[in-house]
């Protein structure tokens, strides 16, 4: 299994990139440890997607979708018994930013 860590110093570089070329825009967001289990326990998902999306009252946000071994999205509208889910439950950074740090100042 191939291992995508990266280091803090890395990680702090990268993201400083982000905060400097868009520094209007958020700088990340929480995911609630209940739903990315959720996604990632569901039958036949291998990965997770996010998209970034706009809210009724235009914040940003994200969407979290379970992806299949063949790296399409796990979604069944005509059939909900399947319980393939989407997910919005996300907190964007700001406001939910804790305490500085290397990655968020």
């Known amino acids: 299994m191939p291992n995508y860590q990266i280091s803090i110093a890395e990680a ?3 993201t400083a ?3 400097q070329a868009n ?3 958020l700088k ?3 995911l609630h440890k209940e739903d990315l289990q959720g996604v990632l326990n569901e039958p036949g998902v291998e990965k997770a997607r996010i998209y970034l999306a706009l809210d009724s009252n235009n914040k940003e946000k994200i969407v979290l979708v379970g992806v299949d071994s063949s790296g399409n999205d796990m979604l069944y509208p005509a059939n909900p018994a399947n319980n393939q889910g ?3 439950f996300s907190t964007p950074c700001p406001d939910m930013c804790g305490e500085a740090n290397a990655l968020n100042s």
């Open 86 to 88: 989407v997910y919005d």
């Open 12 to 14: 702090s570089t990268e």
């Open 17 to 19: 990139r982000w905060r």
């Open 23 to 25: 520094p209007n825009s």
């Open 28 to 30: 990340g967001f929480v």
